[in-house]
T-cell receptor, first 114, second 112 residues
């Protein structure tokens, strides 16, 4: 069964460092998303991406964040200068449609900023 | 601003019992999603409810949507231990085509 894969599963970084989280969405999906879940808190939308551009972003997704689809398969989230409060589980998701179908989520990357 | 509230947030129940999880949302939306999350794992899609009155069933789980009441329910019938997980509902704001606003989750523990 097709699945969304994310790497790494766990990343520890020092405050102020740049991190890149990687995702391989399901191959025939056209819509890609990043969400985060701070430990014990709600899942929060960060950004959606379609047709090689950001289609929507939340207030959380400030200038420190960027997304890219560098080739036909990968979808990345970059955090330029990490802060302690960026520590969370980051989920990538993809969907075939943005309206009537569910998004399929990867297993997540746990980011720990120290 | 759309707010999504689930209750209860924690539920411990015995195997074989029935129970219902509630998801209320504060502004109009025409769709609702239910997801399951096992500890340390990803979010697994359970149901997509696309219209008022929609009802979907999978095994011992049944979900329904009342868009007029802004309420969805996830009903568990004759619970089994394998259903222990955290269940989330998520709702798209009407002014968005892409994002979902999530409830806080209901942590369900089913004891043998």
């Amino acid at each position: 069964e097709p699945e969304v894969t994310q790497t790494p599963s766990h990343q520890v970084t020092q405050m102020g460092q740049e991190v890149i989280l990687r995702c391989v969405p399901i191959s025939n999906h056209l819509y890609f998303y990043w969400y985060r879940q701070i430990l014990g808190q709600k899942v929060e939308f960060l950004v959606s991406f379609y047709n090689n551009e950001i289609s929507e972003k939340s207030e959380i997704f400030d200038d420190q964040f960027s997304v890219e689809r560098p080739d036909g398969s990968n979808f990345t989230l970059k955090i330029r200068s990490t802060k302690l409060e960026d520590s969370a589980m980051y989920f990538c998701a993809s969907s075939s449609s943005h309206m009537n179908t569910e998004a399929f989520f990867g297993q997540g990357t746990r980011l720990t900023v120290v | 601003e759309l707010k999504v509230e689930q209750n209860p947030l924690f539920l411990s129940m015995q195997e074989g019992k029935n129970y219902t999880i509630y998801c209320n949302y504060s502004t109009t939306s025409d769709r609702l999603y239910w997801y399951r999350q096992d500890p340390g794992k990803s979010l697994e899609s359970l149901f997509v409810l696309l219209s008022n009155g929609a009802v979907k069933q999978e095994g011992r789980l049944m979900a329904s949507l009342d868009t007029k009441a802004r309420l969805s329910t996830l009903h568990i019938t004759a619970a089994v231990h394998d259903l222990s997980a955290t269940y989330f509902c998520a709702v798209p704001p009407m002014d968005s085509n892409y994002q979902l606003i999530w409830g806080a989750g209901t942590k369900l523990i089913i004891k043998p």
